[in-house]
């Protein structure tokens, strides 16, 4: 058994990550385990920002955004002197295994370390994106689907009220999660997703026909990652093959990252953070807590890392039908 754990956030923040540190430290005690906090990712790991953690140190965090044990990207721990420096520290502290909450980015990074020093991780999926292998959603990823699509609601008011049709960039740099969701709870007409490279000259005879159609206001979402270019370039494009159409622009932007998370992603973030501390005390290594149909599963980081997560191709027909 395992006495000394330590738990830390990196990368980008996401909607429940304090909600997964707070089952963390709390199935730790619950085990009888120590759990320290590692402030700043990798970063704090190199500079030895540990800070013990217990039951009270955790308290009214379910609710809160954010990460109270912040965030920060680390280009030293990339390197095999910064790596060194953080394993020095990890013995100093006494740790003996880590909880990692994040991406991609962060189990590459603990695998390397794990390759060299022997360091167990176990990670706990934390991002918006949902775009991990391994699990059916990420800690983060309802709230930000839900913070977009309020804004979304929002701006279809002022699209119908003015007759404008509004090209609105979502998150989502390589995968189109956050886009197609909020595509069909928004009622939008177009989707652009990194995934069906949809072209611009498609957009435009979408738009072209719903104008046939006497249709005088319309929502396209745009995932950030789209391969057309940026949301601006889109509208552009859009707007000098068919200049009778009054266009704006959105960028829902990094409101998506922040807020209370909703009870779906408290609940998985308490699973899944219960998940890793107990998989990290049976001997797990190098692997990602998820859940799948359901049930809880671990996955190699090195699956999490180089498989590719497909997008439901039926809600891609889900947008087509209900535009017709």
């Known amino acids: 058994m395992m006495k000394r754990i330590a738990v830390f956030t990196s990368g980008g923040d996401a909607p ?27 970063s704090g790991m190199i500079k030895g920002e540990f800070v013990k953690l217990d039951s009270a140190s955790v308290s009214n965090t379910v609710q809160r955004g954010g990460t109270i044990l912040k965030s920060a ?3 030293k721990f990339m390197t095999k002197e910064g790596r060194q420096q953080a394993y020095d520290q990890l013995m100093n502290n006494g740790i003996e295994g880590l909880i990692a909450i994040g991406g991609n ?3 590459t990074g603990a695998t390397l370390f794990e390759q060299e020093f022997g360091i167990p991780t176990v990670g706990a999926p934390g991002t918006i994106d949902n775009d991990l292998f391994g699990t059916d959603y990420t800690i983060g990823y309802d709230t930000a689907v839900n913070t977009a699509l309020e804004a979304i ?22 995968s189109g999660y956050i886009a197609i969701p909020c595509a069909i709870g928004g009622g939008a007409e177009i989707v652009m997703v990194p ?3 949809m072209s611009t000259e498609a957009v435009i005879d979408t738009l072209r026909e719903g104008w046939k159609r006497s249709k005088t206001s319309f929502i396209v979402i745009v995932a950030e990652g789209e391969v057309e270019g940026n949301v601006h370039e889109v509208a552009k494009r859009v707007k000098a093959a068919i200049p009778q159409l009054d266009t704006r622009v959105t960028i829902v932007g ?32 190098n692997v990602m807590a998820g859940i799948v149909d359901k049930k809880l599963v671990y996955t190699p980081f090195a699956d999490t890392i180089s498989k590719k997560k497909l997008i439901n191709q039926s809600f891609m027909r889900m ?5 017709s």
């Open 105 to 107: 980015g962060t189990f």
């Open 254 to 285: 990094h409101i998506q990252r922040g807020g209370s998370p909703t009870a779906a992603d408290r609940l998985l973030s308490s699973q899944i953070g219960i998940a890793a501390v107990e998989g990290l005390v049976n001997g797990m290594r």
């Open 195 to 197: 995934e069906t490279q």
């Open 153 to 174: 609601d929002k701006i279809r008011d002022t699209a119908d009220s003015h007759d404008r049709c509004f090209f609105i960039e979502v998150m989502g740099r390589d």
């Open 319 to 323: 947008v087509e039908i209900l535009n």
């Open 73 to 75: 990207r680390s280009q």
């Open 16 to 42: 429940g990550m304090n909600a997964c540190i707070r089952a963390v430290v709390r199935t730790a005690v619950y085990h009888g385990i120590e759990v320290y906090g590692i402030m700043r990712g990798y």
